[in-house]
């Protein structure tokens, strides 16, 4: 096999180009903020490729380090939170119809259902207090995400470095 390409690099590429792509076209989507039916199929792009992050951390998991994979499970929650906040942030019709589909399943749960409901929905109506969340809530994803784009393309360029053909492979 070649140390030029292999599989498990082209898959590491493969996940940073999607964390990246979702980065870039949700960022575009809050400078322009269109509440065209196109803005909600491309809001609902973004939230079902939002859970192509997982599936190809998991995939990578078990073609090369069991541990991207227990990463890749661990992100589902914040998959989950970007997508479904995501989908709220136009306000209109369809994010008002899941966001109450939304904030009743949490209500239904006995203990944690209320106070959970503060923290996501703002209260247990849904308002502007709702938008303000589902905005802090999003993008502190898009954050998060922004960060490990910028890693994970610091560490690709710094490993690169380290097979660089020029050096002769002698020490001092």
């Not at 980065?23 to 939002?50: K, M, N, Q, W």
Request: a positive charge.
């Amino acid at each position: 096999m070649s140390r030029s390409n292999p599989p498990h690099q082209t898959l590491k590429l493969a996940l940073v180009g999607l964390v990246a792509a979702l980065v870039i076209v949700d960022t575009g989507l809050f400078f322009v903020t269109p509440t065209t039916s196109r803005a909600e199929l491309l809001r609902l792009l973004l939230a079902i490729g939002a859970f192509g992050v997982p599936f190809l951390g998991f995939v990578l998991g078990l073609a090369r380090r069991p541990v991207y994979a227990v990463g890749a499970v661990l992100s589902v929650p914040l998959a989950a939170l970007y997508a479904y906040t995501g989908l709220l942030l136009p306000w209109t019709q369809l994010s008002f119809s899941i966001g109450q589909f939304g904030l009743e399943l949490l209500l239904a749960v006995p203990v944690l259902g209320e106070p959970l409901a503060t923290a996501l929905f703002g209260g247990f109506t849904l308002g502007q207090a709702t938008l303000q969340a589902s905005f802090r809530y999003h993008y502190a994803v898009v954050a998060l995400a922004t960060a490990g784009v910028v890693v994970a393309i610091a560490r690709i360029g710094w490993r690169r470095s380290d097979f660089d053909p020029s050096r002769d492979g002698s020490s001092g």
